[in-house]
Structures are given as structure tokens and as C-alpha cells.
């Protein structure tokens, strides 16, 4: 599928504004002001040249601002391709143990209070300092510290928490540090070194019905502790962002849990629905159909482009690009939610050979224009999508193999909210019919 940029003789697009086309329609990119506007066969085929000049839809292109008069065409300089720095490392997730007090029903590591490490395999604390400053060293500005729940973690000593990982960190000069957390472990003591220290929380609220969210994460009175871990941080000023995700258990409480964050004053994104991993992978939690269609599908545009993302997305992944995730027995995964990807191991590799391997490479590297289905539609440098999602509800696939599962558009008919891409028992891509209300 073809990007175009001039086109007709005596016509053409104004700079920053780019043509990209899909299996049936095409797209408009302007940079400039940040629209995308979606044009039928005819339209795309005009601006490529391939259609006899149609001067009334030219003037219509030039009141919108995206194509030049012919006398502003002889004057105007050709745009230029924003050059952007070669892809380094900028996040990281540290998985600094897979024990936790609670048993959330969806958890994406099967997380419980009778995990039971192997402290042969696990990383020993020096190893998790080791590890932050080759973070550091190799360009790592941020990191997130999760588990299992990062309160539980304790290293060799017995003393040794993630606070004070936390606190090497920021002498190792990262800047922007999270622990995700359920809140239900936080004492006072540890909120005076998190304000000291500069860190930020996350925590997961499932409902604001104290029954509902104490059955997602099966521990009696853990939605009480997890409110009182909220309020302390909050009289210490600590930022607090809040995750809400929606499965069948809480699908009734949703809009009445982001009112709850809202009046909590807590910093929260859209409600995501549960993803297929870990212990959700054995559970009934999908919520229903009607659910999954307001949190979970897209089933209009709602896109936007910029002259920095236009160009990114044509070299990047959307999101994997410049991330990593380190497990607590060394492995270095693509994502927190990529389980069963391997990127190499800290225990026997530096983590500078890794980031300069021909894995990681590819995995950043996952443009759209390599993804099935989406490497066919006209908007593929204008949206976002989660590969180990896809990956994981196309049966383990690799994720260029793996199409968009909650993307409704069909870019090889042009039409929206019709249905969703999967891959059936027999390994084929299927677009599957759903019942969408009008």
C-alpha cells in the first residue's frame, strides 16, 4: 500500500499532508492540524494521478487546506520528512516478585498468597541493583516496579524492599518511577519514603461495591484496606494513578467505580477490558458483548495524526517500541503481558547485548505495515494497538500474525462496526459477525 505525497500535474497536497492508501478506501494524513479524513476509491485514485484532474474536488481539498493552488504549487518548497533518533530504551518494567496477598481472578502472571518462588531462579537483590543500573546506563529513564504485589518483595536480608530499590534508582538518576500496587500494604512509614523518595503509585480499583471488587480479587476486606491505602497517600499529596478493569464480575459497577476515582481525585485512563493472559485465560470474566463494545472495540474513527507519530509509526511499533519487561527470574519480555516472549536473559546476558539483538530489533520494529489485516487498512499509522493482546486472543500467535481483536473496521470493504477479527481452530482469519445495536 502506497504513501503519496505529490500527485497531480497541476495539483498537489499541501506540505505535511500525505495520502495513505487501504485494500479499499484511503486516507488523508494533515500533519499540520492533526485531522485524518477518510476518501472513497474514486478520491484516493484522483489525488494519485490515476483519475482524470477533477477541479471541483481539488478546490474542495484546497479550501480544506490540504492541497496547493497551481500558483502556490510553483512557489512551494517540498515538505520535509521529520527525522527522528534511532529507538533506544525508555521504559522499563521490573517484575520484582511473584508473590502477592491477593488473588485477583484475572491476574496476567497467576499471581497468589501461595506463590511459591524458587529462590534458586529468582534474582537476588544485588541482581535487581545490577539490573537498574544497566537500565540507567543503557538510556532507561523510567520504570515501574509491579509483581505479584512490589510490598511483598523482600531481597536476601529479609529487610530489603522496593523502596529501597526505588531509592537506588534515583541516585542511578532515573527519572520517573512507579510501583503498582493493590494499596492494601502501604503503611505510614513507606509513605514518608515514597514522598521523599519522588515515586509515584498505581493501583487497580475493581469496583466501587466493596462485595464486587473483594470477590475479584477473592480476599475478604481487600477493597477497605486498598480505600485507607488511597486516602493516606492522598493526605501526603503522593500522585496516584488509577487503573480500572472491566470483566464480567464488575461490568455493572463500571460507571459508578470511575465516578468513585473521579471523586477520590485520583488520575485515571479509559476503563480496559481484562485481557486473555495468566489466570484470566481460565476464567468466565469477558464481560458481555454490550460491555465490550462501550470499553473494549473501536467501532468508529476517532483518530488524529501529528508530524512526529506519522513518522514513528512508519519505523515503530505503536507501543512495544522502547520497552521492556524484566521477570523476576531475569527473562526479558517485550511487555509485562508477553509471557511467553523472550527477548534473552540478564542472568547470562548484559542487558546492552540484548537491547542491540536482532529480537529486539524486530519486536520494536513491528510496524503495521508488517501486521495482518492492519497492514491493509489506510489508518494504520494513525491508531494504537496492543500486540500481546492480539497475540493472545489469536491462540499464541506471533504478533505480526495476530489481527487487531477489538478493531471493527474492515479495510477490505470499508465499513465499521460490523464485526471483529479473529483466528479460528483451523488457524484462519475470520471476520466474525457482531450483534451491534443502531
Not at 487546506?65 to 530504551?89: C, I, M
Not at 505479584?148 to 536480608?157: D, Q
Not at 512507579?178 to 492494601?184: K, Y
Not at 500522585?239 to 485515571?268: C, F, H, S, W, Y
Request: aromatic fraction near 8%; charge should be neutral.
Amino acid at each position: 500500500m502506497a504513501i503519496v505525497e505529490a500527485l497531480n500535474p497541476l495539483n498537489r497536497l499541501s506540505p505535511g499532508v500525505f495520502l495513505v492508501e487501504g485494500a479499499k478506501r484511503g486516507a488523508l494524513y494533515d500533519t499540520s492540524r492533526g485531522n485524518v479524513y477518510s476518501l472513497n476509491r474514486e478520491a484516493t485514485e484522483t489525488i494519485k494521478g490515476l483519475e482524470n484532474s477533477n477541479d471541483e474536488f481539488w478546490m474542495k481539498l484546497t479550501s480544506m487546506g490540504v492541497a496547493l493552488t497551481q500558483q502556490s504549487f510553483e512557489t512551494e518548497t517540498t515538505s520535509q520528512e521529520v527525522e527522528l533518533p534511532k529507538q533506544t530504551l525508555q521504559f522499563a518494567w521490573l517484575e520484582i516478585t511473584d508473590k502477592c496477598n491477593e488473588r485477583c481472578l484475572h491476574c496476567y502472571g497467576s499471581f497468589s498468597p501461595e506463590q511459591k518462588g524458587v529462590a534458586s531462579k529468582s534474582l537476588t537483590h544485588n541482581d535487581w541493583k545490577d539490573a537498574i543500573w544497566a537500565l540507567s546506563k543503557n538510556g532507561c529513564s523510567q520504570i515501574q516496579f509491579i509483581g505479584g504485589e512490589p510490598f511483598k518483595y523482600r531481597g536476601e536480608t529479609r529487610t530489603q524492599t522496593v523502596l529501597d530499590l526505588a531509592e537506588f534508582a534515583r541516585e542511578k538518576g532515573i527519572d520517573f518511577i512507579e510501583i503498582f500496587t493493590n494499596g492494601t500494604l502501604i503503611s505510614r512509614e513507606a509513605i514518608k519514603r515514597i514522598k521523599d523518595l519522588g515515586v509515584q503509585i498505581a493501583l487497580s480499583i475493581y469496583s466501587s461495591d466493596a462485595i464486587v471488587h473483594d470477590g475479584i480479587t477473592q480476599i475478604p476486606g481487600s477493597h477497605k484496606k486498598t480505600l485507607k491505602g488511597i486516602n493516606m497517600l492522598k493526605e501526603a499529596d503522593i500522585p496516584i494513578r488509577a487503573a480500572v478493569i472491566v470483566m464480567r464480575q464488575n461490568e455493572d459497577t463500571i460507571e459508578q467505580t470511575l465516578e468513585m476515582v473521579l471523586n477520590l481525585g485520583l488520575n485515571n485512563r479509559a476503563p480496559d477490558v481484562v485481557r486473555p493472559s495468566g489466570r484470566a485465560q481460565e476464567s468466565n470474566i469477558m464481560p458481555d458483548i454490550k460491555t465490550l463494545l462501550k470499553y473494549g472495540f473501536v467501532t468508529k474513527p476517532n483518530l488524529s495524526t501529528d508530524p512526529v507519530s506519522f513518522r514513528r509509526n512508519h519505523l515503530y511499533n505503536t507501543c512495544l517500541a522502547g520497552k521492556i519487561a524484566i521477570a523476576t527470574d531475569g527473562k526479558v519480555m517485550p511487555c509485562i503481558f508477553s509471557r511467553k516472549a523472550t527477548l534473552g536473559n540478564i542472568k547470562n546476558q548484559e542487558l546492552e547485548e540484548i537491547l542491540q539483538s536482532q529480537t529486539v530489533k524486530e519486536t520494536w520494529e513491528l510496524t503495521k505495515d508488517k501486521v495482518l489485516v492492519c497492514r491493509d487498512c489506510e489508518y494504520r499509522y494513525a491508531c494504537f494497538d496492543c500486540r500481546p493482546l492480539a497475540a493472545d486472543s489469536s491462540g499464541g500467535k506471533h504478533y505480526s500474525d495476530a489481527p487487531a481483536p477489538r478493531c471493527t473496521y474492515n479495510p477490505y470493504n470499508g465499513e465499521w462496526g460490523t464485526g471483529i477479527w479473529r483466528i479460528n481452530n483451523h488457524g484462519q482469519i475470520i471476520n466474525e459477525s457482531l450483534p451491534i445495536e443502531n
